[in-house]
């Protein structure tokens, strides 16, 4: 006899009511949502450069997970208003604690060695609690959840014991005992789901900490060499080769812009959100632009490291642009002006592809040009609609504005680069 209900296990548990479920996965997105905020936060604020890049995908991820569940949750009578609340104060001090991290071994400390294993442990815990047919929805979010957490895992392991190789004993010891405070964080908040004892935090555990905070200036560990002026000391031929040239260099810059994106991310308060959704997903694009840059030069035998690395565009974000211009000069002042053909992005697919003929560059391009479509849509969302109520006037006076104030505070900052080819990327 074939298994009934298509092989699926444990079906005559009783399982959880629907409100029960929606709690917990509440509690669960909870701290996703959490975590997409703290790896965005010191996604701009470590120097580590891998692990820069990485935590912008991890916010990524797990805002997606977050997506997951709160969509979810409407479909187990929850409104998005109550799923959106803080479904409990010990893990919002939980995640709190986390965010205050000093360092880069901390973090991953806290990240990999409780957060993450106990957020994999809740999506266990869950699955063995519920009843598998009622909730077969939310177990197939789960099985694909597991996949990237798992994945996610793997890599913080082989990041953290990176870090830890160069860290003195000093910064190790105080690194475990972070790591005993913030489990015992967690075990108050009677771990990921609740359904654990709240045991209290023994007061001699608790370390005292000043709230985390956005660095003033970008970041980069010491084979790097920065500059705030993009190209500066870099000289390109006034040819095509020039220009191809300066077309790798400009996606290999971009890491400055993800880290813009992150600081709008993070300090943007009282959106909805959406808005954190998508400004997620545009800080990891802008990471993987600038992975598509390095890709190529790699490719071409460079030395990814002799070249100045460009941080204007954080230090700008940071220090110069008020309330919405940031993200009024990246997507309405860049990518929303990078949509018009020629020059544009097709075109710069266009010359990668028959100019250049470079199979790789073209391919990066192509996907770079889909993306910057991606993003001039979430200009049109958050500037035009949502800022300036649709009148697209107003946006890009708004980002016009930016680009003079941009212009004033680079020429300020040293001499720029005057040898650029004929017919040059504007961009970035």
């Known amino acids: 006899m074939l298994h009934p209900f298509m092989g699926i296990e444990n079906w005559d548990r009783i399982g959880m009511s629907v409100e029960e479920s929606a709690k917990t996965i509440q509690r669960i997105a909870y701290v996703d949502r959490q975590l997409m905020r703290i790896e965005a936060g010191h996604m701009a604020a470590r ?9 912008a995908r991890l916010s990524w991820q797990d805002a997606e997970h977050h ?23 010990a893990l919002q001090e ?7 991290s000093n360092t880069t071994l901390e ?6 060695e409780v957060i993450k294993p106990a957020q994999m442990a809740a999506l266990h815990a869950y699955k063995g609690k519920a009843q598998p047919l009622v909730d077969e929805p939310t177990f197939q979010i789960i099985k694909h959840q597991l996949i990237d957490r798992e994945e996610q895992m793997a890599w913080g392991r082989e990041a953290l014991a990176h870090v830890a190789e160069t860290a003195s004993e000093a910064e190790k ?27 209290p935090v023994d007061a001699t555990a608790r370390i005292s900490r000043e709230p985390f905070t956005m660095p003033r200036a970008s970041t980069r560990d010491s084979r790097f060499t920065t500059h705030v002026v993009k190209n500066h000391g870099i000289t390109f031929a006034d040819n095509d080769e020039g220009r191809f040239m300066q077309m790798m260099m400009a996606r290999y810059f971009e890491m400055s812009p993800a880290e813009g994106v992150a600081y709008v991310h993070f300090t943007t308060e009282g959106k909805p959100w959406s808005f954190y959704r998508d400004t997620a997903r545009h800080m990891w694009d ?22 100045k690395n460009w941080t204007g565009w954080y230090d700008m974000t940071a220090q110069l642009f008020e309330g919405t211009e940031a993200y009024s000069h990246l997507t309405i002042a860049i990518e929303k002006a990078a949509m018009k053909y020629p020059p544009g992005k097709r075109e710069e697919w266009e010359f990668c592809r028959d100019v250049v003929k470079d199979p790789l560059m073209t391919t990066f391009q ?25 009148d697209a006037r107003a946006a890009q006076a708004e980002a016009e504005s930016t680009v003079r104030k941009r212009t004033v505070w680079m020429e300020a900052q040293g001499d720029h680069n005057k040898n650029k080819p004929a017919g040059s990327l504007g961009g970035y």
């Open 47 to 55: 120097p580590e450069y891998e692990i820069k890049g990485a935590l």
């Open 286 to 307: 802008e990471v993987r632009h600038s992975w598509f840059g390095e890709a190529a030069l790699r490719k071409k035998g460079y030395d990814v490291y002799q070249f």
């Open 107 to 112: 973090l991953l400390t806290a990240l990999f």
């Open 67 to 89: 997506e997951q569940f709160r969509q979810r949750g409407k479909q187990l009578r929850m409104s998005t208003v109550a799923f959106d609340k803080c479904p409990d104060p």
């Open 94 to 100: 939980l995640m709190q604690t986390v965010l205050d």
């Open 366 to 390: 192509d996907f770079d040009w889909a993306d910057e479509v991606v993003h001039a849509g979430f200009g049109q969302r958050w500037m035009i609609e949502d800022v300036h109520g649709g």
């Open 173 to 199: 010891e105080q690194a475990q005992r972070w790591r005993t405070y913030i489990q015992q964080l967690l075990a108050a908040a009677g771990s990921i789901t609740g359904w654990e004892e709240r045991v």
